[in-house]
């Protein structure tokens, strides 16, 4: 994966880490796109790894939309794959465990990358035979074979997609399926201004959730205003809110949820690419977040599409917004204790850091 440090520079924080936020179909490796767009007989419009970097690279700050759009460009030739898709999960897997993750949470939409009982067929694609089950069971496969070769630990998310309500019901179903297997929980992402009011079919799959145990998060105030986040909240039942800068701007919600200990799964160079921030870093709500000792993590969002890694999102919140190591490690005990993990182990994985971080062990929440 492209990356914008330095290989000879020392890592801004260099301990074991734990990532919350990062989508599986935005952290494709650009030579992986190219490998199956060969065998498949695809033809994309460039044939090297710097020019599709140029076709589906942010550069600069650009709307929701733009960013959106670039999946278009390389999707097609991973959707409806098997072999691509395995893949794509298992080298996701070695990539993170590069950038020093000992776990992570990876999230997707089953229905994106299959072809066959979807409605409508995603990425112009021909009906196939893979369904949105088998593409669940072909990334547990490949993150399952990633954790043995890499060891590190690796859960998925399963999305619903806003504009989609129709394929939400299916995605709950599959969370409850495979919840022994390694997928944790549901999320909701999309145009935020597609609200749950007008589209009933995620507020019927989040109460699913709620009934069957499943664990939930929402995209909501990311490029949104502060009553989505209210209504994830409120109505979806959130656990943890997927981004959530905008929540600032409703006093009463934000200290609400600062009281109530809600997690926002924040993405730094991602909010300044897709233009949800104010593009200069040092005015972010992350360092609100970092002020009011509010729980947060540090993620990558979709490190493909903003060549970027980990350890780029981190020298940004130090080199902008005055990040320490204490409060790197704070962050990572937060984003730990609030994984998707089962009780038991969650308690591992703290102790875990608490020992790498030369900590005081305990277990209290």
């Known amino acids: 994966m492209a990356k914008q440090s330095t290989n000879n520079s020392l890592p801004v924080f260099d301990k074991p880490k734990v990532e919350l936020h990062v989508h599986l179909d935005g952290a494709v490796r650009p030579e992986t796109i190219l490998h199956f767009a060969k065998k498949r007989e695809m033809k994309l419009p460039v044939d090297t790894v710097e020019d599709l970097l140029q076709l589906i690279v942010c550069e600069k700050p650009a709307s929701l939309t733009v960013f959106l759009g670039k999946f278009a460009h390389y999707m097609p030739v991973i959707a409806g794959d098997r072999e691509a898709i395995k893949r794509i999960a298992y080298e996701f897997v070695e990539t993170k465990a590069k950038e020093g993750v000992i776990y992570v949470e990876v999230r997707y939409s089953p229905h994106f990358l299959a072809n066959c009982n979807v409605d409508p067929l995603p990425w112009n694609q021909k009906e196939g035979d893979l369904t949105p089950d088998e593409v669940v069971n072909l990334v547990n496969q490949g993150l399952r074979e990633g954790e043995q070769a890499f060891n590190i630990k690796a859960r ?210």
């Open 156 to 365: 998925s998310i399963l999305c619903c997609m806003r504009h989609m309500p129709k394929w939400s019901s299916e995605v709950v179903e599959l969370c409850k399926k495979y919840r022994n297997e390694g997928v944790v929980a549901i999320d909701l992402a999309g145009d935020e201004s597609l609200n749950c009011e007008a589209f009933p079919g995620h507020r019927r799959a989040y109460e699913e959730a709620v009934k069957s145990g499943i664990h939930r998060t929402v995209h909501a105030g990311e490029v949104g205003p502060p009553s989505v986040v209210r209504e994830a909240v409120e109505v979806l039942k959130a656990e943890r809110i997927g981004h959530g800068y905008h929540t600032v701007e409703d006093q009463e919600l934000y200290s609400q949820l600062l009281k109530q200990n809600m997690h926002f799964e924040t993405c730094p160079i991602s909010s300044y690419l897709t233009g949800a921030c104010d593009p200069d870093y040092t005015k972010h709500p992350i360092i609100r977040f970092r002020e009011d000792k509010a729980n947060y993590s540090i993620n990558t969002d979709d490190p493909l599409i903003f060549k970027s890694t980990l350890e780029d999102d981190y020298k940004t919140v130090k080199k902008y917004m005055g990040f320490t190591e204490e409060e790197f490690m704070r962050v990572n005990l937060n984003s730990a204790k609030s994984s998707f993990l089962p009780e038991k182990e969650k308690k591992d994985l703290l102790n875990r850091l608490y020992e790498a971080y030369g900590m005081v062990k305990t277990t209290e929440f």
